[in-house]
């Protein structure tokens, strides 16, 4: 996951009536990219350590530790704020640029962040042949961004209409359940249905995260760019962003309690805890409306105040980890796979087939030893983005 579309850069000789962004001002988005990259590394020290517990889509309040449960609320974060906020940073990008170049540099960037997802994410979860493809959060972010490239022609109140029309109506769909051999299986299987494809020689790809629901939410994240315009009034926008949050979080509340739409019903068990863990556990893949409302409410809510809070030490160094956050990515993801592979052939399989642990308290332990390790080559390569604007293809990256 990368500060996909960069601030500050060379203005196109191509671009009319370039509008110039303060830099400083952006630090809020940075803070906040940084942030997912910081609650996602816990859930992939969860993720390395406790293969052998399967965490079920909703999280089971039943049947999962109120520990592992809550930690997993917590980083379901992740993956919808940073597609909103790719599609917001794309808006910024396209103040000083066309929307044709806007528009290409979408297209170059998903099809990379979809490269990067099939070779390199799942090459640093497996290597056996034959080879399962999972398309996971960055494959998602590629599309979304391809799909963006097309919508940003679009009128304004098109967009609008359209991505709200995904994001509340798209949960009319989950009754579309379509077999392999039924004719649009693979096509639905990527939009809507998480399932999986069969491809040659063996091999397989699991849609993790079908796409329909992201395009949505990247199309919200692309119109909310336009109130941090140069110019606008920044107090007006921490209104705006805590109002909207705060609107977000009441309607999900009151949709929740309804339970007649918007993810699978929920029920009350015999202790307030159990009960309350029902009541916020939702569906992610594809995710449904009501998880949206949740954590993309509390994401609108935490970039409020990372407005407000601009110039702080340690929101500065969040904006170090959102300022390279690809790199942290690819780095984080390698680093865990490598001591889960050091552990294995020390110790071997402790829980089945893999190794793993037994005391929760370790996730912790480990996410305050790797963190500070991992922000010092995430600070260096983001100073080297921001140094050496020579280098085109560190964009990328």
Avoid at 86 to 110: D, F, I, M, P
């Amino acid at each position: 996951m990368d500060n996909v579309l960069p601030t500050g850069q060379q203005q196109s000789p191509h671009a009319a009536a370039p509008v110039h962004i303060n830099r400083r001002r952006l630090q809020s988005l940075d803070a906040l990219r940084g942030f997912v990259m910081v609650i996602m590394l816990i859930d992939h020290i969860r993720e390395n350590w406790y293969l052998y517990m399967n965490v079920s889509d909703p999280v089971n309040p039943l049947t999962v530790e109120p520990a592992l449960f809550f930690m997993r609320i917590a980083t379901n974060l992740c993956a919808p704020i940073f597609v909103a906020l790719t599609g917001l940073g794309a808006y910024l990008y396209g103040q000083n640029h066309t929307k044709a170049e806007t528009a290409s540099y979408l297209v170059k960037r998903g099809l990379l962040l979809m490269a990067i997802d099939v070779l390199l994410i799942t090459l640093a979860w497996t290597v056996k042949l034959p080879m399962t493809f999972w398309l996971q959060v960055i494959w998602a972010i590629g599309l979304c961004m391809i799909a963006l490239a097309g919508l940003i022609y679009l009128p304004k109140k098109v967009l609008l209409a359209l991505g709200l029309l995904i994001v509340g109506g798209h949960n009319l769909l989950d009754a579309i359940r379509l077999l392999p051999n039924e004719p649009g299986f693979t096509l639905w299987t990527l939009l809507h249905q998480r399932d999986l494809i069969a491809l040659p020689f063996g091999a397989a790809a699991r849609t993790s995260y079908p796409v329909l629901p992201w395009i949505g939410v990247i199309v919200l994240g692309y119109l909310l760019g336009s109130w941090f315009e140069a110019g606008k009034d920044g107090g007006q926008r921490v209104r705006r962003l805590l109002l909207l949050g705060v609107g977000m979080l009441a309607a999900f509340v009151l949709l929740r309690a309804l339970n007649v739409y918007g993810d699978q019903p929920w029920v009350a068990h015999d202790t307030a805890l159990h009960t309350f863990m029902a009541f916020i556990a939702l569906t992610k893949y594809p995710p449904s409306l009501l998880f949206l409302l949740q954590t993309l409410g509390i994401g609108v809510v935490l970039l409020a105040l990372f407005e407000r809070w601009q110039g702080h030490p340690w929101l500065n160094a969040l904006a170090v980890f959102g300022g390279a956050p690809m790199f942290f990515y690819i780095l984080h993801m390698y680093v865990l796979r490598a001591l889960y592979h050091i552990a294995y052939f020390i110790w071997g399989p402790t829980h089945g087939v893999s190794f793993g642990i037994d005391n929760f308290n370790w996730i912790w332990l480990w996410y305050a030893a790797l963190l500070p390790i991992l922000y010092v080559p995430t600070a260096w390569y983001s100073r080297l983005k921001a140094r050496r604007r020579d280098i085109a293809w560190l964009k990328y990256f």
